[in-house]
């Protein structure tokens, strides 16, 4: 009888170990996703900053481009001034490149996941938005560009003149990125 009583007792032992066990892995399993989400909210947090900033200096140098460079292309000065457009327009890709590099992060992080902080859920929702205007802004303004290359081209073709412009070649054409059916930015 004895035998039974310590028998039973070590099993019930065994059990209260076992499940004791059992909740603590749970318990430091739970903390350790719970430390990956901060962490990751951290990591949305801090690429959005630099996200932001960065749409920061497209607008600005968007601003530029229209003031100093677009907004002074004439048919007079279009072939003399060509090379220098062209590259500021390949500086304005390039911006748009870096920003695409930010929503490449972005999507990792942000794809289906639903974050405890509203702040950050309104990051991952908003920077496909930004996103998609920056794009459509973009692919607004060389195509405006080449329409005025393309009219200068038929102009210089009618008074029979060889100084002919090349369009702008970009990668880009317009998108919609959030998916919502609208392409935002598309003038």
Same mark, same amino acid.
């Given at each position: 009888?004895?035998i039974?009583?310590?028998?039973? =007792? #070590? #099993?019930c #032992?065994? #059990?209260?170990?076992?499940?004791? &066990?059992s909740?603590?892995?749970?318990?430091?399993?739970? *903390?350790?996703?719970?430390?990956?989400?901060?962490?990751?909210m %951290?990591?949305?947090? =801090?690429?959005?900053?630099g996200?932001s900033?960065?749409?920061?200096?497209?607008?600005?140098?968007?601003?530029?481009?229209y003031?100093? +460079?677009?907004?002074?292309?004439?048919y007079?000065?279009?072939y +003399?001034?060509?090379e220098?457009?062209?590259?500021?327009?390949?500086?304005?890709?390039?911006?748009?490149? %870096?920003? &695409?590099?930010?929503?490449?992060?972005?999507d990792g992080w942000? =794809?289906?996941?639903y974050?405890?902080?509203?702040?950050?859920?309104?990051m991952?929702?908003n920077? !496909?938005?930004?996103y998609? *205007?920056? +794009?459509?802004?973009? +692919?607004?303004d060389?195509?405006?560009?080449n329409?005025?290359? *393309?009219k200068?081209?038929?102009?210089q073709?009618a008074?029979s003149?060889?100084?002919?412009?090349?369009?702008? *070649?970009? !990668?880009?054409?317009f998108? %919609?990125?959030?998916?919502?059916?609208?392409?935002s =930015?598309?003038?």
């Open positions: 009888m004895n039974r009583k310590i028998a039973y =007792g #070590l #099993l #032992l065994s #059990l209260v170990m076992i499940f004791s &066990g909740f603590s892995s749970f318990i430091i399993n739970l *903390q350790n996703d719970h430390q990956k989400v901060v962490r990751r %951290d990591d949305v947090s =801090g690429v959005f900053e996200f900033t960065k749409i920061t200096i497209f607008e600005d140098f968007r601003d530029e481009l003031t100093e +460079v677009l907004g002074n292309v004439y007079d000065t279009m +003399v001034t060509d220098m457009v062209k590259s500021k327009l390949s500086e304005y890709e390039d911006i748009v490149d %870096d920003i &695409g590099n930010d929503v490449k992060r972005l942000c =794809g289906n996941v974050y405890p902080q509203a702040t950050v859920n309104n991952c929702i920077y !496909k938005v930004i998609e *205007q920056v +794009v459509n802004y973009y +692919v607004t060389i195509n405006t560009y329409e005025n290359v *393309q200068y081209n038929e102009y073709k008074i003149s060889n100084l002919l412009v090349e369009p702008f *070649q970009t !990668k880009y054409d998108i %919609d990125y959030n998916a919502d059916n609208e392409f =930015g598309k003038e």
